[in-house]
């Protein structure tokens, strides 16, 4: 019944918060976006066959000049602006999920060991992980992405992971030193339970709260960090949309009058942001009892 009425509390606070919500429709909206992406855009931005240098720096639909279907006008190769926001949204959130993914799992595990076992594993993990965490997190990734030379969305991903690990390892490691004092931890090991079983059927479903808002907070940070590197010239290769790369391009023809082509690609990464946000907020202060709420 307990775990019945938190439920019901977090869904009734979550319903009857406006950021929430708006958060949580800006999300959806992106996602649901980039899913059916070949379905709902005018043209594929990617496929040299749609392209045509008639098409050159149109500008939006509603301005002298502007053809239709390119609603946003369109850039310096002919690509419709919408249409590559969204496949460049695609790519924001596959290096979003995939690095939240894959870093979250494995600054789990090894929070999780260190957390539990302590002494000399619990001192070398956190030195290692103090030692990545001293460093810029977008340096390390330029500095891989450098090593790697050969671009790439898998790439960008791995580059992402091997620094993002630690906040994740950290936040699991003083969840588990809280949670493994409990009375019921003690009673399992009492009982003869071996380790394994103690840290992954009743440690880690008890410590796992504090990582779900990290998950959150993160999933914006490394979609940014994405659009950084892209910006810069060492995230995604040309052959992939991105919005860093668009904001790049776009910027070299700010001052001829092209506001299309930085504008409409930096409201859309502001928005995506915007929305995970909010949302993360709101999953902050619902999962911290520490934080006041004024509802």
Same mark, same amino acid.
């Given at each position: 019944?307990?775990?019945?009425?938190?439920?019901?509390?977090?869904?009734? $606070?979550?319903?009857?918060?406006?950021? %929430?919500?708006?958060?949580?429709?800006?999300?959806?909206l992106f996602v649901v976006a980039a899913l059916i992406a070949p379905w709902i855009t005018p043209q $594929?931005?990617?496929?040299?066959?749609?392209?045509?240098?008639?098409?050159?720096?149109?500008?939006? +639909?509603?301005?002298?000049?502007?053809?239709?279907?390119?609603?946003?006008?369109?850039?310096?190769?002919?690509?419709?602006?919408?249409?590559?926001?969204?496949?460049?949204?695609?790519?924001?959130?596959?290096?979003?999920?995939?690095?939240?993914?894959?870093?979250?799992?494995?600054?789990?595990?090894?929070?999780?060991?260190?957390?539990?076992?302590?002494?000399?594993?619990?001192?070398?993990?956190?030195?290692?992980?103090?030692?990545?965490?001293?460093?810029?997190?977008?340096?390390?990734?330029?500095?891989?992405?450098?090593?790697?030379?050969?671009?790439?969305?898998?790439?960008?991903?791995?580059?992402?992971?091997?620094?993002?690990?630690?906040?994740? %390892?950290?936040?699991?490691?003083?969840?588990?030193?809280?949670?493994?004092?409990? %009375?019921?931890?003690?009673?399992?090991?009492?009982?003869?339970?071996?380790?394994?079983?103690?840290?992954?059927?009743?440690?880690?479903? $008890?410590?796992?709260?504090?990582?779900?808002?990290?998950?959150? +907070?993160?999933?914006?940070?490394?979609?940014?960090?994405?659009?950084?590197?892209?910006?810069?010239?060492?995230?995604?290769?040309?052959?992939?949309?991105?919005?860093?790369?668009?904001i790049s391009i776009g910027k070299n023809y700010i001052y001829a009058g092209m506001w299309w082509m930085?504008?409409?690609?930096?409201?859309?990464?502001?928005?995506?942001?915007?929305?995970?946000?909010?949302?993360?907020?709101?999953?902050?202060?619902?999962? $911290?009892?520490?934080?006041?709420?004024?509802?």
């Amino acid at each position: 019944m307990t775990e019945r009425r938190i439920k019901s509390r977090l869904l009734w $606070n979550y319903l009857h918060d406006p950021s %929430a919500l708006a958060g949580s429709f800006l999300l959806l909206l992106f996602v649901v976006a980039a899913l059916i992406a070949p379905w709902i855009t005018p043209q $594929n931005p990617y496929d040299l066959n749609t392209l045509s240098l008639e098409h050159f720096l149109k500008p939006p +639909v509603w301005m002298e000049g502007g053809l239709h279907p390119f609603i946003l006008g369109t850039d310096d190769q002919g690509r419709d602006i919408l249409s590559t926001i969204i496949y460049g949204c695609r790519t924001s959130l596959i290096v979003g999920f995939s690095v939240v993914l894959i870093s979250g799992t494995l600054g789990v595990v090894i929070g999780l060991l260190a957390g539990y076992y302590g002494r000399w594993l619990d001192v070398a993990t956190m030195r290692l992980a103090d030692t990545v965490f001293s460093f810029s997190t977008t340096l390390l990734a330029f500095l891989l992405l450098g090593i790697f030379k050969h671009g790439g969305i898998g790439v960008v991903i791995v580059a992402i992971c091997i620094a993002d690990w630690v906040r994740y %390892a950290r936040t699991m490691r003083g969840s588990v030193l809280e949670v493994k004092e409990e %009375a019921y931890i003690l009673a399992a090991r009492a009982a003869g339970a071996g380790d394994l079983r103690i840290m992954f059927r009743h440690i880690l479903p $008890n410590a796992l709260t504090p990582i779900f808002v990290v998950v959150a +907070v993160d999933l914006a940070v490394v979609i940014m960090l994405e659009a950084t590197l892209s910006f810069l010239g060492v995230g995604v290769p040309l052959t992939e949309p991105s919005l860093g790369m668009m904001i790049s391009i776009g910027k070299n023809y700010i001052y001829a009058g092209m506001w299309w082509m930085i504008v409409f690609p930096g409201t859309a990464l502001v928005l995506l942001v915007v929305g995970i946000n909010l949302f993360a907020d709101w999953l902050r202060e619902e999962l $911290n009892p520490k934080i006041e709420k004024n509802r």
